[in-house]
């Protein structure tokens, strides 16, 4: 198993350029989640799924979009991009198993915002 | 909302010292989870806490989860080089559905 995938591991946009970070699992996970890692702030929720075709939004959804066509897959789209969105991208999947949620986190999109 | 907080921010050790970790929510949880992130990697879990007061080890890692539910540590023994990281608490509180990170502990270990 590849675990959580993410591309690109970095990228650097211009102000108002849009852009699509990919995410993809093959564990077969029904939950999967966006975070983003500021320094000194932890992650924080960006958007989530419970499965195929449901999304909802996190702590902090404004600017970015998400849709969940396959159990498979969860892209993050920038819709304008703006400095604020400066940060380090994860991507995590996570099941259930004895009433323990594991999250595995992918290895991150690291974006740059001039 | 529910906020996740953890002391210190950062800790420099020798190595050999013992290292504690604490997260305190401002809600109730129903369980808390604590996660390791190696510099410039990603976070990996490390364990979940669900009943109240309850402890589990892990070799020398050793995590607690407060009577009350609000409050958490990690504790490392005799640390090693290879614990350097910084370590997060997540804790989902009975009426989320998702988790919500504390700021987390750089941990540095001075060999």
């Known amino acids: 198993n590849a675990g959580v995938t993410q591309t690109p591991k970095f990228q650097v946009l211009k102000t108002g350029q849009s852009m699509t970070l990919q995410c993809a699992q093959d564990m077969n996970h029904e939950y999967m989640s966006w975070y983003r890692q500021d320094p000194g702030m932890g992650l924080r929720l960006i958007h989530y799924s419970v499965g195929a075709g449901i999304t909802d939004q996190g702590e902090v959804p404004n600017g970015y979009n998400v849709s969940r066509s396959t159990t498979e897959d969860f892209p993050l789209r920038l819709l304008s991009a703006a400095p604020s969105q400066t940060s380090v991208y994860f991507c995590?999947?996570?099941?259930?198993?004895?009433?323990?949620?594991?999250?595995?986190f992918g290895p991150g999109t690291r974006l740059t915002v001039l | 909302g529910q906020q996740v907080m953890q002391i210190p921010q950062y800790q420099h050790v020798q190595e050999g010292e013992d290292f504690t970790t604490y997260c305190n929510s401002s809600?109730?949880?129903?369980?808390i989870q604590w996660y390791k992130q190696r510099p410039g990697g990603h976070p990996v879990f490390l364990i979940q806490?669900?009943?109240?007061?309850e402890v589990k080890k892990q070799k020398r890692l050793t995590f607690q989860f407060g009577e009350a539910k609000k409050n958490s540590s990690l504790h490392i023994t005799a640390t090693q080089t290879t614990d350097v990281g910084t370590y997060f608490c997540a804790g989902r509180d009975n009426y989320g559905q998702n988790f919500v990170f504390g700021p987390g502990t750089r941990l540095s270990v001075l060999p």
């Open positions: 806490l669900v009943k109240s007061g």
């Open positions: 995590a999947s996570s099941y259930m198993v004895g009433g323990i949620d594991t999250q595995y």
């Open positions: 809600t109730t949880l129903s369980n």
